[in-house]
């Protein structure tokens, strides 16, 4: 004689699998996203966009933009620099963040005494920078 499993067993085996899949999508819905930090120094001698896959940028060394090539800064993007660490542009800067979306120019350490370097435009450069917020620079 062959016994048939139970409606009662299959039943629950069902619901607890559903209970399952909705606990997850709300845990894969709910769940804050995460910004990867990219540390940068150095020469650049190609167009570069920061802001794509990662929104925190740390300058450890100084940064230049070779012309005639250009460093896009997406919104909400955050940049931090070293104590005494510059940006420095030969090319092209666009750092043209939005009322939601503001770009951040900051300290990389904010207990130094010593501010971040700035941002300098030299004679063979251009650029843009709106809604944009700069932070202990000097």
Do not use: C, E
Not at 52 to 80: C, E, F, N, Q, S
């Amino acid at each position: 004689m062959r016994t048939h499993p139970s409606r009662f067993s299959m039943r629950s085996v069902a619901v607890a699998f559903m209970l399952l899949v909705s606990i997850g999508a709300v845990l894969l819905v709910s769940a804050p996203t995460v910004s990867a930090t990219t540390y940068v120094r150095g020469v650049y001698t190609t167009d570069v966009t920061w802001g794509v896959a990662d929104t925190v940028y740390i300058a450890t060394g100084a940064v230049t933009i070779r012309a005639p090539w250009t460093l896009t800064i997406m919104p909400g993007t955050t940049v931090k620099f070293d104590p005494g660490v510059h940006l420095f542009v030969d090319g092209q800067l666009k750092a043209d963040g939005t009322p939601a979306k503001p770009i951040a120019f900051a300290p990389n350490n904010t207990g130094s005494v010593f501010p971040w370097g700035g941002i300098q435009f030299n004679a063979s450069s251009s650029g843009s920078v709106s809604w944009s917020t700069f932070d202990r620079v000097d």
